[in-house]
C-alpha cells in the first residue's frame, strides 16, 4: 500500500519561502509521476506542479512560476515543493499525490489522473 506522507507546511508572511516535503512508503516511488496539488476554502482542488519519473519534466501552474520548484530525490522516496514570494492567495492545504499510470514523456494536469495522496499540510501566508 503506497503512503503518501506531507510536512513543512506552516504561517508565513507575504514574501516569505517554505519547502513542503511529500514521503512515500510502500511502493515503487521512482515509477511514479509526482504532483503538488492545493485546495483554498470553497475552492476546487488545483494543479500546482509536477514532476515525471526521472526528473526531465517538470510542469508548474502559471500563478505560481519563476515562484516556486518541484523536485525529488528518487533515493530518499521524497518529493519536494520550494514555495518563495509567497503570497495571500497561495494559502491553502496543499497535498502531493502520485500518478500511477503516468509515462515518463510528460506530466497530466488533472486531479483525476493522480490515484494516491497525501494527507495535506497547511500553508498560511499572512498580508
Known amino acids: 500500500q503506497v503512503r503518501l506522507v506531507e510536512s513543512g507546511g506552516g504561517l508565513v508572511q507575504t514574501g516569505g519561502s517554505l519547502r513542503l516535503s511529500c514521503a512515500a512508503s510502500?511502493?515503487?516511488?521512482?515509477?511514479?509521476?509526482m504532483g503538488w496539488f492545493r485546495q483554498a476554502p470553497g475552492k476546487e482542488r488545483e494543479f500546482v506542479a509536477g514532476v515525471s519519473m526521472s526528473s526531465i519534466f517538470r510542469r508548474y501552474a502559471d500563478s505560481v512560476k519563476g515562484r516556486f520548484t518541484i523536485s525529488r530525490d528518487n533515493a530518499k522516496n521524497t518529493v519536494y515543493l520550494q514555495m518563495n514570494s509567497l503570497k495571500p492567495e497561495d494559502t491553502a492545504v496543499y497535498y502531493c499525490a502520485a500518478d500511477r499510470r503516468a509515462l515518463d514523456s510528460g506530466i497530466r494536469t488533472r486531479k483525476e489522473e493522480y490515484d494516491i495522496w497525501g494527507q495535506g499540510t497547511q500553508v498560511t501566508v499572512s498580508s
Open positions: 510502500g511502493g515503487s516511488f521512482s515509477a511514479y509521476s
